[in-house]
């Protein structure tokens, strides 16, 4: 019987919806709210997109310069090579390599200038593996000249301290020892050594405005980490499961490490990015709330025109029930036509940005690493804005619903 009811009211509604009104205003209020909505959905569409491919982007850039994982202490700075189980590690299915990092902030000055830079100590086996050298845009990425150990730092470091390269002058490293420190000499509390500045590379990522390479040897013994690591950087085969090898990898290590892959590495940003893209997806849903509130006022007018098919449809035996979804599904029809069409309109705006790159980023003289908005549509957006399109034009189309009741009750 309920579904006997449903379908009447919806083949009765969609008469409704697509039938010329005897008050032109109500045509025009109801173009007006679909145009509201279709314009919102596709906001919406085009928003999220443009986020995805922002967060598409940067996760490439860091992926490019990040490890598949990185193992850390849960509690303290650094451990002993010897305590961590390497063989164990490398010996897992889709693991390729596990190599040794020694990191950490440090003093560096070079002529006048000086800044706080982070000093990562890797193996040549690290670079070469993980094609650090793709990343150079200056110079070379030489872990050694002879016997003098060298640096090659990120893009932002380099200008920051102007860096000449191929000249004689070398970067001064200051360290805190580890050891007890002579409050009578306080330059003695540092360790000073010399790197030569060999190259520079650029990752589009903040690790351009603070990283410098060098020899592992050399940071262990800037910083007292004699047989030490700060962590351990993990380098899977293209054919490891991603999530798996996780899971595995901190089986065998235990409680005592952290293991975290290339987005848990940056998590605090790409929080922010999710945190943002939910901020303007609440604008939005707002403001295309407010877009379909007009279908309240189109639906009272309606139901005021259609008093005399009330009566009639009452007097053939029609519920109260029958009557109220009628305009419940006129509501939600009117909604739904214009979310449907703004999901058309986003889609194809965004597949002529794809395509066409016709945003841009600062214009055409903008000096931009990439020139034009990136866009990325995914499934889940479209089926999350035509869910709160839903949602909305059943909370627009319940209220004169539930209005009409009133008027019900004086038909008998």
Request: hydrophobic share 45%; glycine share 8%; proline share 3%.
């Amino acid at each position: 019987m309920d579904t006997s009811t449903n379908k009447t009211a919806f083949f009765i509604a969609l008469r409704y919806l697509f039938s010329k009104k005897r008050h032109n205003i109500i045509n025009v209020i109801s173009a007006v709210s679909v145009l509201g909505i279709m314009v919102s959905s596709a906001a919406l569409i085009v928003v999220l997109s443009v986020f995805n491919g922002m967060q598409n982007l940067i996760g490439s850039w860091f992926n490019t310069f990040n490890p598949d994982f990185e193992v850390t202490l849960v509690e303290g700075k650094s451990f002993a090579i010897d305590s961590f189980p390497s063989t164990e590690v490398a010996a897992l299915p889709g693991v390729a390599a596990v190599h040794e990092v020694v990191s950490d902030l440090v003093l560096t000055t070079y002529n006048e200038k000086q800044e706080l830079l982070r000093l990562k100590g890797v193996t040549p086996e690290h670079i070469g593996s993980n094609h650090f050298d793709k990343l150079l845009i200056d110079g070379n990425f030489d872990l050694y000249r002879g016997e003098q150990p060298c640096a090659v730092l990120g893009t932002g470091a380099a200008g920051k301290l102007l860096i000449q390269l191929n000249q004689y002058d070398l970067l001064k490293l200051y360290y805190p020892k580890r050891t007890k420190k002579n409050l009578a000499n306080p330059a003695d509390a540092f360790r000073t050594l010399h790197l030569y500045p060999a190259g520079v590379f650029c990752t589009n990522t903040a690790y351009d405005q603070e990283m410098v390479f060098c020899p592992i040897d050399f940071a262990r013994n800037l910083m007292g980490y004699p047989g030490e690591v700060t962590s351990m950087e993990i380098q899977l085969k293209k054919s490891g499961e991603y999530s798996k090898m996780q899971d595995d990898i901190q089986r065998i290590l235990g409680p005592k490490y952290k293991v975290q892959n290339k987005y848990q590495q940056e998590e605090s940003l790409f929080r922010t990015m999710q945190s943002e893209k939910l901020v303007i997806y609440v604008i939005l849903a707002f403001i295309l709330l407010v877009a379909a509130f007009n279908i309240i006022g189109s639906l009272g007018m309606l139901i005021l025109e259609k008093q005399r098919d009330t009566s009639v449809l009452r007097s053939l035996g029609a519920s109260k029930k029958l009557v109220r979804r009628i305009f419940l599904f006129e509501g939600m029809g009117t909604s739904l036509a214009g979310g449907l069409g703004g999901l058309l309109l986003g889609t194809i705006i965004c597949l002529l940005q794809q395509w066409f790159h016709i945003v841009k980023l600062g214009g055409d003289g903008g000096n931009y690493i990439i020139q034009y908005y990136p866009v990325q549509m995914r499934a889940i957006d479209f089926a999350i804005v035509l869910l709160t399109v839903l949602s909305i034009s059943l909370l627009t189309s319940v209220i004169p619903a539930r209005k009409l009741q009133k008027t019900l009750q004086s038909i008998p």
